[in-house]
């Protein structure tokens, strides 16, 4: 079956980073597009970055050239690197591929 475990949330004073990991398990990994997404509380969920089986990268405007998201082929697992955060990206995180969604994990940027 599908599985995508997110990790590496948690408390973050402003101006620091995180790196979020998605490991993924019953899925053509190589061959898949992965994306990050995010959750506020009480608001839509919103696109943050994708990455495509080329290793081609897009970013949402309010992330642009303070995140980058990788993937590692090896390890089945896709990452979102997230330098200067903001209060404004505390959310809950999800990993997506091809309609499957992870559990989430929680980013919390506070002083």
């Known amino acids: 079956q599908v599985r995508l475990v997110e990790s590496g949330g948690g408390l973050v004073q402003p101006g620091g980073s995180l790196r979020l990991s998605c490991a993924s398990s019953?899925?053509?990994?190589?061959?898949?597009?992965m994306a990050w997404y995010l959750q506020a509380p009480e608001k839509e969920r919103e696109w943050v970055a994708l990455?495509?089986?080329?290793?081609?990268?897009t970013y949402g405007d309010s992330v642009k050239g303070r995140f980058t998201i990788s993937r590692d082929n090896l390890k089945n697992t896709v990452y979102l690197q997230m330098n200067n955060l903001k209060p404004e990206d505390t959310a809950v995180y999800y990993c997506?591929?091809?309609?499957?969604w992870g559990q989430g994990t929680l980013v919390t940027v506070s002083s």
């Open positions: 997506y591929t091809g309609k499957f």
């Open positions: 019953g899925i053509a990994f190589s061959m898949s597009a």
């Open positions: 990455i495509t089986s080329a290793d081609y990268t």
